[in-house]
């Protein structure tokens, strides 16, 4: 499997994992938040918000897993959007506690993170043309 296709698979997963996640939290908030036991913020549209942003992020990552190279410069995006949701969770998850509700999607960000600074360097090194692959 070739780096460019591994870096495409990812992207698909991660547009996948997104974007589902934003629907399900723009269409089923209040039922997540009373099955996790999490008192639900005073107006959903603090909920929803962030859920429209997911869906967005999803296509954007559905777009770098189409065209990985041509789409490179999304990446970062991607990263920054991973550092954000981790550090706010870790950081509350370490020093005053955070419901459980929200350390599985951390874990998986941190994780996501990472295999997208992976693809990130790995798309801007050039193939050297004298060696075969």
């Known amino acids: 499997m070739t780096k460019n296709r591994m870096i495409s698979i990812l992207f698909a997963v991660s547009a996948l994992y997104d974007g589902l996640l934003g629907i399900v939290f723009l269409f089923g908030a209040p039922a997540l938040f009373k099955w996790y036991g999490v008192t639900p913020p005073n107006h959903f549209g603090y909920v929803h918000f962030p859920a429209a942003i997911l869906i967005l992020f999803g296509i954007m990552f559905a777009a770098v897993a189409v065209d990985p190279v041509r789409n490179r410069n999304l990446i ?15 950081f509350h ?17 941190f994780v996501f993170m990472l295999l997208f600074i992976w693809a990130w360097y790995a798309l801007s090194i050039k193939p050297d043309p004298g060696r075969s692959m």
């Not at 998850?93 to 960000?109: E, L, N, R, S």
């Open 93 to 109: 998850w370490f020093t005053a506690g955070i419901p459980d509700m929200w350390k599985p999607f951390a874990v998986a960000d």
């Open 76 to 90: 970062p995006f991607g990263i920054l959007l991973k550092v954000c949701y981790c550090g706010v969770v870790f």
